[in-house]
T-cell receptor, first 114, second 115 residues
Framework: DAMVIQNPRYQVTQFGKPVTLSCSQTLNHNVMYWYQQKSSQAPKLLFHYYDKDFNNEADTPDNFQSRRPNTSFCFLDIRSPGLGDAAMYLC?????????????FGSGTRLTVV | SQKIEQNSEALNIQEGKTATLTCNYTNYSPAYLQWYRQDPGRGPVFLLLIRENEKEKRKERLKVTFDTTLKQSLFHITASQPADSATYLCALDIGGGGATNKLIFGTGTLLAVQP
């Protein structure tokens, strides 16, 4: 089945130690998004790639970076994780910018910072 | 400021009844509005999309209304079942299409259907 896969499902990292979360898709969608979701809060868009074009949200901290080496893969890099970065990180894809068929989300990566 | 508001308190209903969830927004002009279901520890799953020029959309037991004057959407689940218990997220499609388009989510409403 075509899908969005996030690895790992659970990630524990040390305070200040760089960490990378990965997302892959078999849907051949051209847009990929990264959302951060804290407990009982709305998913918050960090940034997205429209094809190779990177679109950063104005309030996304510089600590968060992303890479998209090809259509299928996208990575979220947290350069120096703080305790406040503990959250569920959700990757999503859509066929184009206007998501007439909805976004397809992965199962998320739960990040714990110790 | 821009806001999307959903019932912050859980909605508890009896099996077989109709659940109605509300989404209100301010200072947005979305061309589309979407509803998602999210189970604990999982990513959201797309349910329905409604356009700004549509009043109502149905899919099986689900119905969505969209009132751009009131800036409100209502999401109904008829003949609710315990398996419908989940958090339901409202999302606004903003940005005018193209590379800058994106979905902005509400905090969601937790629905609990009692057998």
């Amino acid at each position: 089945d075509a899908m969005v896969i996030q690895n790992p499902r659970y990630q524990v990292t040390q305070f200040g130690k760089p960490v990378t979360l990965s997302c892959s898709q078999t849907l051949n969608h051209n847009v990929m998004y990264w959302y951060q979701q804290k407990s009982s809060q709305a998913p918050k868009l960090l940034f997205h790639y429209y094809d190779k074009d990177f679109n950063n949200e104005a309030d996304t901290p510089d600590n968060f970076q992303s890479r998209r080496p090809n259509t299928s893969f996208c990575f979220l890099d947290i350069r120096s994780p703080g305790l406040g970065d503990a959250a569920m990180y959700l990757c999503a894809t859509s066929r184009e910018g206007r998501a007439l068929y909805g976004y397809t989300f992965g199962s998320g990566t739960r990040l714990t910072v110790v | 400021s821009q806001k999307i508001e959903q019932n912050s308190e859980a909605l508890n209903i009896q099996e077989g009844k109709t659940a109605t969830l509300t989404c209100n927004y301010t200072n947005y002009s979305p061309a589309y509005l979407q509803w998602y279901r999210q189970d604990p520890g999982r990513g959201p799953v797309f349910l329905l999309l409604i356009r700004e020029n549509e009043k109502e959309k149905r899919k099986e037991r689900l119905k969505v209304t969209f009132d751009t004057t009131l800036k409100q959407s209502l999401f109904h689940i008829t003949a609710s079942q315990p398996a419908d218990s989940a958090t339901y997220l409202c999302a606004l499609d903003i940005g005018g299409g193209g590379a800058t388009n994106k979905l902005i989510f509400g905090t969601g409403t937790l629905l609990a259907v009692q057998p």
